[in-house]
Every structure is written in C-alpha cells, then in structure tokens.
C-alpha cells in the first residue's frame, strides 16, 4: 500500500530523528509514524507489531472518501478491525486484522511485500511505467525522498496530469545518511511501474508504504504516498 495511503500528517519531528540518531546505532533505530485519526492509528497499532515481528513488509493502499468539513484531504475510512491472535504473526495476523471488513482484501506478492487494498483503488498511476528512476544518494537511503523521486519522473507527472491526479504535500521523513551496511535502494531502477518501484521501497526498509487516493467534486483525484513506518536495521 497496490494501493492505498495514510494522510501526510503520519510523520515524526525531524528533530526528533536528530536525537535518537545521535543516541543510538543506526542499525537498531526503528521508525514509527503514526496517523494523525484514530482510524489510521488503529490501524498501525495492530498492523506493525504484526509485520515485524515476522520480517514483513507492507503495501496498503487506500481509497478515501471525500470530506468537505475534514482537515485531511485523503481521510483514512473507519474499518473493523480485531487484533490478531497470540503467537500470530506476518500474513496470517495481517488477514485476522482485517477479517471482518469485506472492504478489504489482504494477499502477499511474489515478492513477499503483504499488500493490503482498502476499497477500490484505482491502477492508472500504480501502472505507469518508468523508463529510467535516478536516486542520487539521499534518495537511495532515505524512503521518502525516494518517493518524491518517482513522483517527480516525467512518465508519473505526465500521467497524472493525463489521469487529472493532484499530489498531497508529502512532509518528508528522516534523512538518512549513506553508510555502509544500512538498507538503501540501488542508484536506479530500469523499465519499473510505480507499483514494482513501491514495493522495492517496502522491501529496502521493511515498512509500510501507503497509497491513498480521494476523487474531488471537479472530477480531479488527490493523491498520497509516503511511508507510515520504516524499519531501518540490518
């Protein structure tokens, strides 16, 4: 989350990151960021333990139901959700999270990312292809900055204008540093769809990446990605 994504208000501080960079080994600092509804933190709540706890990563993507009186332009909808049994963990919990809302539609890729869709999520941007995706060294290292980079390619801002999508502001995570033995993306990616691209982002950092999408009343669609939870371990 393919499809699917959490508000752009789910980041921490950057000060934050600062700290507990300085105060602990990178190897064993974990990122969470949590939503700014109680239905995005309900969901994160049962949803990380239950990733990491296993090695997983994860996709969910999203489709919002538009809010004229709302302060989040891709709201996060109400689900019903149970928390997963004890000892239960990776794609079996994830499927007991989310078992009692047919709304939703748990699997796992090939790739073994589990990718969550919350309603129905449209493929036009998810399916574009990127003949040539750069990440100079911040982008390699630093999952939200490489999300801007995808965002940013010629074939994505082409098809978003194509397709009427408008992007949300995405506030940006932790800067990362190249270092030697940190999870990163590789220099660039070769004929990838946004999708593939995602989920070698979830992969990298063992995360969630999230995808939401809100159709608007002048027919344009808004349009979130970022990550909602990174893990940045060896």
């Given amino acids: 989350m393919k499809p699917k994504g959490f508000a752009p208000t789910v980041l921490m501080i950057g000060a934050i990151f600062g700290y507990l960079s300085a105060a602990f080994p990178q ?4 990122w969470y960021s ?15 333990p ?3 706890s296993a090695g997983k990563a994860s996709l969910l993507y999203y489709s919002g139901a538009y809010d004229p009186k709302g302060s989040d332009p891709i709201p996060f909808p109400l689900l019903d959700l149970q928390p997963p049994s004890k000892g239960e963990t990776g794609l079996a919990a994830v499927r007991e999270i989310f078992q009692n809302d047919k709304n939703v539609t748990v699997s796992e890729e090939p790739s073994g990312i589990i990718a969550i869709r919350v309603g129905d ?4 941007i998810l399916e574009t292809k990127i003949s040539l995706l750069s990440l100079d060294s911040t982008e390699q290292y630093s999952p939200g900055d490489a999300i801007t980079a995808i965002e940013k390619t010629k074939e994505v801002e ?7 999508f408008r ?10 540093e190249p270092g030697e033995g940190f999870p990163h993306l590789p220099p660039s990616m070769k004929n990838v769809t946004v999708d593939q691209a ?3 982002i979830a992969q990298a950092f063992g995360g969630i990446v999230v995808y939401g999408v809100c159709a608007q009343p002048d027919g344009t669609r808004l349009l979130y990605i970022d990550v909602a939870y990174a893990q940045f371990k060896n």
């Fill in 27 to 30: 190897e064993k600092l974990r």
């Fill in 34 to 48: 949590f939503g700014n509804t109680p239905n995005e933190d309900a969901v994160l709540k049962y949803l990380v």
């Fill in 50 to 52: 239950s990733l990491s």
């Fill in 121 to 124: 999520i449209s493929p036009e």
């Fill in 158 to 164: 082409a098809s978003m204008r194509r397709f009427r």
């Fill in 167 to 176: 992007p949300t502001l995405n506030l940006g995570g932790q800067v990362v």
């Fill in 198 to 200: 995602l989920d070698l």
